[in-house]
């Protein structure tokens, strides 16, 4: 199983970005997809998820900011940010669960100019 990250780089305070996770390999049974972020001498934290299902879940910091989304037809989940903020500069890391195992992109970097 391979995660392949996309759609970071530089962008000014209010602007956007949208970061793609594509996931190729054995793909039938991928269940949660998610994102978080690891900022440098910070732990990695949970941005958002998205269930099998579609139920999605966010980090208090990006509600109402981020949305997460996916499509299976292409094995992919994505992270629409907007409304960035300097505090968002992180490496965005994409995270599939293939049960019992969870994979891991390679990251992202997301960079946020005041």
């Known amino acids: 199983v391979r995660l392949v990250e996309s759609g970071g780089g530089l962008v000014q305070a209010g602007g956007s970005l949208r970061l793609s996770c594509e996931v190729s390999?054995?793909?039938?049974?991928?269940?949660?997809m998610a994102w978080y972020r690891q900022a440098p001498e910070k732990q990695r934290e949970l941005v958002a998820s998205i269930s099998s299902l579609g139920r999605t879940n966010y980090a208090d910091t990006v509600k109402g900011r981020f949305t997460i989304s996916r499509d299976n037809a292409k094995n992919t989940v994505y992270l629409q940010m907007d409304s960035l903020k300097p505090e968002d500069t992180a490496v965005y890391l994409c995270?599939?669960?293939?049960?019992?195992?969870?994979?891991w992109g390679q990251g992202t970097q997301v960079t946020v100019s005041s």
């Open positions: 995270k599939v669960s293939l049960p019992p195992v969870a994979y």
């Open positions: 390999g054995s793909t039938i049974s991928i269940d949660a």
